[in-house]
């Protein structure tokens, strides 16, 4: 099948790779011409487990195109995917400009019937919208369809290779056979396709992601609260997700969220509640837990050196806002850092991924410094702070940390450690939620 995705983003890139990957003759358009010449190159812009070897074999096999040709990725493909960004307005809200950009692209140039799906994650209404677009700029017929991404960042290629579901909004039977048709390879062991209305499967996309949402703000909450009642939250933990009705996914404490899905997708969905007059009162609470949640850990830092952190230096481990990706849109990392700076710390932070982008965002500041590994990171700090739950980090030499740190004290963002081994090799231990 002649495919053509609308964006190289994390959604963009990955659906038109996989796709390829299975055969399809894929059209990977974005008007970002450098971000295009990179990939035309072999350089990949993200960091994506597995990502880099399907596109590279797959440019290989010419089964995969990078271009900023528009008119070109409108006449190569029936069935169009539009994955470009929605970040949040000012309001909240979805920005849709490239959304409505794309739909107006393809009626410009479309000589035939085409398919368009979002993938992007967007507002219940806004395949109308798009449908608006299109009547007012092309004769030929056309079907849109809502076909949402679940994606998580770090295991991408394994979502879409293996999807748990895959959700076609759409009224048109056309439309629906050709999109089973797609995602036919992506099946085999059983069905996977749900079909529903076009607003029912925009609003499944934001209702997931709320609701994982406040699974881990809650789980905070109550890890805060364990904290003060001397309980142990990953006992907690344990006993709840032993309940069919609960399980153990997203159950675990930490730092709080971030990343460029949770946070403006809780606030996307809440606009549309109260532009609807039926405000989500639940996903403001969630939403203010997560933002109180990313200072904790700076407020364990402050409390153990007496609130003032003039001339101490923190060393911070994981910078992106979760493993495996280099991702540090809303990461904990950075609400930290902004926290440890106000008090007068200094900071010398590590990530195996996210050194680039920190080093980008963090140039201006000469009170932090990103190196080349967790140890370094360690020479002279007073204390390590974790964020990112790495997996180099799960099982390190704690006599070299011991030996580089001035204070022996770990605050352990991701409860990595057991509190009672910590405490046998001499360490000041501070967890979240967990009793020491």
């Known amino acids: 099948m002649n495919v053509t995705v609308i964006g190289t983003g994390y959604v963009g890139l990955v659906s038109g790779a996989c796709l390829a990957d299975a055969g399809n003759t894929v059209f990977c358009l974005d008007l970002n011409a450098e971000k295009i010449a990179?990939?035309?190159?072999?350089?990949?812009?993200?960091?994506?487990?597995?990502?880099?070897?399907?596109?590279?074999?797959?440019?290989?096999?010419?089964?995969?195109?990078?271009?900023?040709?528009?008119?070109?990725?409108?006449?190569?493909?029936?069935?169009?995917?539009?994955?470009?960004?929605?970040?949040?307005?000012?309001?909240?809200?979805?920005?849709?400009?490239?959304?409505?950009?794309?739909?107006?692209?393809?009626?410009?140039?479309?000589?035939?019937?085409?398919?368009?799906?979002?993938?992007?994650?967007?507002?219940?209404?806004?395949?109308?919208?798009?449908?608006?677009?299109?009547?007012?700029?092309?004769?030929?017929?056309?079907?849109?369809?809502?076909?949402?991404?679940?994606?998580?960042?770090?295991?991408?290629?394994?979502?879409f290779m293996r999807p748990d579901r895959v959700i076609i909004g759409a009224e048109d039977a056309r439309a629906v056979a050709l999109l089973r048709q797609l995602y036919a390879p992506f099946q085999r062991n059983h069905e996977r396709v749900m079909v529903m209305s076009v607003r029912s499967a925009e609003l499944t996309k934001y209702a997931a992601n709320s609701m994982l949402a406040a699974r881990i703000s809650f789980m905070n909450e109550l890890a805060n609260l364990a904290e003060a009642l001397g309980a142990d939250i990953e006992e907690v933990r344990r006993g709840i997700g032993s309940d069919p009705r609960i399980g153990y996914q997203f159950l675990y404490p930490g730092a709080g969220f971030g990343g460029s899905c949770f946070p403006k997708d809780l606030k996307a969905l809440q606009k549309s509640a109260a532009e609807a007059g039926r405000p989500l009162r639940l996903l403001a609470a969630v939403e203010a837990v997560n933002q109180a949640q990313k200072h904790v850990l700076g407020e364990k830092i402050k409390r153990k050196f007496g609130g003032n952190l003039q001339g101490r230096r923190i060393a911070v481990w994981g910078l992106a806002f979760k493993a495996n990706t280099d991702d540090m849109r809303e990461a904990p990392s950075r609400t930290l850092i902004a926290d440890l700076l106000a008090a007068g710390a200094s900071v010398r932070g590590y990530d195996p991924a996210a050194r680039h982008e920190a080093r980008v965002i963090f140039e201006k500041e000469k009170k932090v410094e990103i190196v080349d590994s967790a140890m370094a990171a360690l020479e002279g700090a007073d204390a390590l702070a974790i964020v990112t739950e790495w997996q180099e980090f799960r099982s390190p030499d704690f006599a070299a940390i011991k030996a580089r740190l001035k204070t022996p004290a770990i605050f352990d963002g991701r409860n990595l450690y057991d509190p009672a081994v910590l405490k046998g090799l001499g360490f000041e231990y501070y967890p979240i939620g967990r009793k020491t």
Do not use: C, Y
Not at 66 to 90: C, K, M, R, W, Y
């Open 38 to 159: 990179s990939l035309n190159q072999g350089r990949i812009p993200i960091f994506e487990p597995g990502l880099e070897p399907i596109v590279k074999r797959n440019r290989e096999a010419g089964r995969l195109k990078f271009s900023t040709d528009v008119a070109a990725s409108v006449a190569h493909g029936e069935l169009q995917l539009i994955a470009v960004n929605t970040p949040p307005g000012e309001d909240g809200s979805a920005d849709l400009q490239h959304v409505l950009a794309a739909a107006q692209a393809i009626a410009k140039h479309m000589k035939s019937w085409k398919l368009v799906a979002t993938k992007s994650t967007v507002p219940v209404g806004t395949a109308d919208k798009i449908g608006e677009v299109l009547r007012k700029n092309t004769s030929h017929e056309f079907a849109v369809v809502s076909n949402p991404e679940f994606l998580k960042e770090g295991a991408a290629v394994e979502d």
